[in-house]
Structure formats: C-alpha cells, structure tokens
C-alpha cells in the first residue's frame, strides 16, 4: 500500500521560507508512466487549493498564482519530493498535503488517489 | 480562471440520502473527482471520472455529472460518513481546481 508523509517545521516566520518534504513508502517515486506528485493545501476555514506538481524527472507544474514563491524538487534516490514556498504570510498558514497525481493535462485523470495525512503549518512571529 | 460552487453544509438524518452539487460552467464536459476529508486522517478519493467507486468505497456513494452541476449522492448516510467533502476537476487554463468544500453533518 502506497504511503505518502509530509515533514517540516511547523511554526515559519513572516518573510521566510517554508520548506517541506514528502516521503513515499510502499512504492518508488520514479515508477514512471502516468504518475505525478503534488502539493495541495488547505487554509483554515477555506478550500482545498492546489500549489504544483513534479514528474519523476523533475517537470514542474506549478499554480499561477504562487508560481513566483515555488519551488518543486524531487529526489529519486531518497523516494521523496520537496516544496519551498518563499517570503510567506499569514495567509499562508495552512494544512500541507502532498499526493500522488494520476496523469497531467487533457485526456488524463488529474486526480489525486493517495494523500499524505497532511501537516500544518503556522506563519507567525 | 475556472470556478467551482459547493454548499458549505449539508445536514442529513442517519439512514437518508445526502446530496452534495458542484456548480461550474458547463462541468459536464469536464472529468469530476470527490475527495472525503475527516479530521487528522488523509483525504480519500470516493468517486472519480464522475461515477466510478475505488475500490473499498461502499456502494453508497454514486456520482452523476451533466450540465453544470455534478453531485455526488451518499444512500443510507451513517454516522461515519460525517466529513469534508470536496470536488476537483482539471481546467486547460487553471490547471487543477477544488471546489470550497461542504461540510456534511449527520444529524
């Protein structure tokens, strides 16, 4: 069984960067074909929203409206993949999941079928 | 960009029907996945490609999608079904979205 767990510090100050790492158990994050690897967060008391998407090979997919703070990375040899999101607010303060996306673009399912529990994270002096 | 409309609550009795809608322009034309959400636990996919059930996911949980509305209906609601649920769909301009989430409260 699949298994995705997120990881980071909880608590990011204004301006800095939030980094967190995914790390994928029970199968290889390099199994190719149709899978991609995401990040989707969700605010407190709003939506789901989601942030980007790394291949295996390291193409990113990133949202429009964060794409200037992201950074996607993924490393094959550890089985994991990293998000950093730079110069935070408080309206980044958040609930982070990281999940495995099922193909990218038309004529492909885009969906999400494994989740990591997910991890808050809190942007506060 | 692309939006999608969702109730914030539904609230049903045990053992009833529970409809949740996913308002978007001509969302019909579009694939729409449901995501159950419960606190501390990791989202769940429960109906993907509008109608179809993962594995494990009981009976009870049915999709439709036409027009500008897809729904997602839960039969005989029990107690455990008492979650977050959210829809998802893939826009060519806004790549994935979510709708804001109903939060369905078994009364």
């Known amino acids: 069984q699949l298994q995705l767990q997120e990881s980071g510090p909880g608590l990011v100050k204004p301006s800095e960067t939030l980094s967190l790492t995914c790390t994928v158990s029970?199968?290889?994050?390099?199994?190719?074909?149709?899978?991609?690897w995401g990040w989707i967060r969700q605010p407190p008391g709003k939506g789901l929203e989601w942030i980007g998407t790394?291949?295996?090979?390291?193409?990113?997919y990133y949202n429009p409206s964060l794409k200037n703070r992201i950074t996607m990375s993924v490393d094959t040899s550890k089985n994991d993949f990293s998000l950093k999101l730079t110069s935070v607010t408080a309206a980044d303060t958040a609930v982070y999941y990281c999940a495995r996306r099922e193909g990218v673009g038309y004529g492909s399912g885009n969906l999400f079928d494994y989740w990591g529990q997910g991890t808050l994270v809190t942007v506060s002096s | 960009s692309y939006v999608l409309t969702q109730p914030p609550s539904v609230s049903v009795a045990p053992g009833a029907t529970a409809t949740i809608s996913c308002e978007g322009n001509n969302i019909g034309s579009k694939s729409v996945h449901w995501y159950q959400r419960k606190p501390g636990q990791a989202p769940v996919l429960v109906i993907f490609y509008d109608t179809d059930r993962p594995s494990g996911i009981p009976e009870r949980f049915s999709g439709s999608n036409s027009g500008n509305t897809a729904t997602l209906t839960i039969s005989r609601v029990e107690a455990g079904d008492e979650a977050d649920y959210s829809c998802q769909v893939w826009d060519s301009s806004s790549d994935v979205v979510f709708g804001g989430g109903t939060k369905l409260t078994v009364l």
């Open positions: 790394i291949y295996f090979s390291g193409s990113t």
């Open positions: 029970g199968g290889s994050i390099n199994s190719g074909s149709s899978y991609y």
